[in-house]
């Protein structure tokens, strides 16, 4: 019988050995167990998330490139050309962090790539022909939330156009001049 007993106290005492070493060392929390970054996001060890390009928000569930898609109106006075009042069509582009702009700087349906990040837009060195001419274009924007809605109601792009005589119309990109506003 003090065998027995013996053997069931040091048995309990293991147990409970080995259950206060467990509880001991699993005192942090894993927080990437409740967190689900979308998209293919990575989870933190703070439990935020890391999100791909093209993506952001707290668990990366919002596609970036949505704020800037749409039917802007665009107001604009660029440093050769009078001032104009004209709508640009923002789309999907080719891949997740680009955008297609139709109609930029009025320049009928001749589409502009652009590459977006956050609440920023680049949009790089590109030429395209406009009848008898050559356009190249560059600049970069950003979109301003709109007060009331805390929507990206505003977007303010500067940028510059090089005809092919070597002629430049800027808005903005120089930074003496006016940006281009758009406005949903």
Known sequence: MRNQMKTFL?????????????????CSEDKCKTTVCAYG??????????????YEGERCETVTRSKFKGT???TEDGTASSPAQYAVSVED??????????NFNNLFNKEVIAKVKGDTIHIPLTTIEVGEDTKTIEGKG??????????????????????????????GFGG?????????
């Open 176 to 184: 003496g001049t006016n940006s281009s506003i758009w406005v949903k």
């Open 41 to 54: 996001g990575v989870c933190n060890d703070d439990g935020s998330c890391t999100c791909p390009t093209g």
């Open 10 to 26: 040091l048995t309990a005492m293991g147990v409970f050995a080995l259950f206060s070493t467990l509880t001991i060392t699993s």
């Open 142 to 171: 950003y979109v301003v939330p709109e007060a009331f809605y805390g929507l990206h109601g505003k977007l303010v792009v500067n940028y510059r156009v090089v005809s092919g005589d070597g002629s430049v119309n800027d808005y």
């Open 72 to 74: 802007w109106s665009v």
């Open 93 to 102: 582009g080719g891949s997740i962090d680009e955008v297609k702009i139709r």
